[in-house]
């Protein structure tokens, strides 16, 4: 069974960076899109940005295109999210899931059978 386990998360002050990882069970990557979600308190769980397994192509929500980029490294099983130009508005949980399917990369959680346990970001002055 696939498992998915993240980390990286923490504190940092507002422009500063963080690199987020999501480490998967072996052949993870070679079969599955990954794509990191965040819930911030008392708003709806949204799609951050997803890498496809097919061509590692990524796609990005808009809200962070610009600053945040997301790569894969196969030897590691670990895809990774770094994040750039942190602002308070990115201050949420993040999760990165897997839809354990065929399935191109989508931004619908209803869609995704696995998901890490989250980390949680907070960009604060």
């Known amino acids: 069974q696939v498992q998915l386990v993240e980390s990286g998360g923490g504190l940092v002050q507002p422009g500063e960076s963080l690199r987020l990882s999501c480490t998967a069970s072996k052949y993870t990557l070679d079969y599955y899109a990954i794509t990191w979600f965040r819930q911030a308190p008392g708003k709806e769980r949204e799609g951050v940005s997803c890498?496809?397994?097919?061509?590692?192509?990524?796609v990005y929500a808009d809200s962070v295109k610009g600053r945040f980029t997301i790569s894969r490294d196969f030897a590691k099983n670990t895809v990774y999210l770094q994040m750039n130009n942190l602002k308070p508005e990115d201050t949420a949980v993040y999760y990165c899931?897997?839809?354990?399917?065929?399935?191109?990369?989508?931004?619908?959680?209803?869609?995704?059978?696995?998901w890490g346990q989250g980390t949680q970001v907070t960009v604060s002055s």
């Open positions: 890498i496809s397994h097919r061509d590692g192509s990524a």
């Open positions: 899931a897997t839809p354990e399917s065929l399935r191109p990369c989508t931004f619908v959680p209803s869609l995704f059978d696995v």
